[in-house]
């Protein structure tokens, strides 16, 4: 079994809907949950984390963790075409700095929004 | 500010055939330095670490090895390629903050 499961879609949504992403893992020692955007051909980038369970809100995007059932999920409201790409999860037990890049990632679910 | 830098960004190569991807940061020292495989639909699968010059973590056993020579560069290496080395390899690093900064990958065909 992954420690992180990630379904990889192609999840496709017209322009404007909300994408809701999700993520299960079975580690219990996870404390930072982070969520990684990965255009075609390209390394991918940090869009944000969260530390241990809450919300968290960056403008349009929106992560959730709740540690209790070990489901962590991402919203993206308003939806654009440049939105399309794909979505990683991913995140590390809590610890020392030098184990920061040491990440368990998911499958990564691409996202298709059409105009 | 700090940059990333990963060549080249496409390679074929045949079965047997040895392997060198380099990767170099700029703009920070000591940075800890990372190589992932990406294989279609299965996510980032980390390879090696390295938190200093000369140390190298592996994480799960294969044909591949790693360098680190220098503070900031960081080599991915084989001596014969299998066919299920083929994915897109990608170099990331960080230092003391919860970001993990990857360059932009070299896709990897084994022929």
């Known amino acids: 079994q992954k420690e992180v499961e990630q379904d990889p879609g192609p999840l496709s949504v017209p322009e404007g809907a909300i994408v809701s992403l999700n993520c299960t893992y079975s580690?219990?020692?996870?404390?930072?949950f982070m969520w990684y955007r990965q255009y075609s051909r390209k390394g991918p980038e940090l869009l944000m984390y969260t530390y241990s369970s809450g919300n968290k809100e960056d403008g349009r995007f929106t992560a959730q963790v709740d540690k209790s059932s070990k489901y962590i999920s991402l919203f993206i409201r308003d939806s654009q075409p440049s939105d399309s790409a794909t979505y990683l999860c991913?995140?590390?037990?809590?610890?020392?700095?030098?184990?920061?890049?040491?990440?368990?990632f998911g499958a990564g679910t691409q996202v298709v929004v059409t105009p | 500010s700090q940059t990333i830098h990963q060549w080249p960004a496409t390679l074929v190569q045949p079965v047997g055939s040895p392997l060198s991807l380099e990767c170099t940061v700029e703009?920070?020292?000591?940075?800890?330095l990372y190589w992932y495989r990406q294989a279609a639909g299965r996510g980032l699968q980390l390879l090696f670490y390295?938190?200093?010059?000369?140390?190298i973590s592996s994480e799960v056993p294969q044909n591949l090895s790693a360098s680190r020579p220098q503070d900031r560069q960081f080599i991915l290496s084989s001596k014969k390629l299998l066919l299920s080395d083929s994915g897109f390899y990608l170099c990331?690093?960080?230092?003391?903050?919860?970001?993990?900064?990857f360059g932009q990958g070299t896709r990897l065909t084994v022929v």
């Open positions: 390295s938190v200093g010059i000369g140390q």
């Open positions: 703009g920070t020292s000591n940075p800890n």
């Open positions: 990331a690093w960080s230092y003391g903050n919860i970001e993990a900064f």
């Open positions: 580690n219990s020692a996870f404390q930072y």
């Open positions: 991913a995140m590390t037990p809590e610890g020392l700095t030098d184990s920061w890049g040491k990440l368990q």
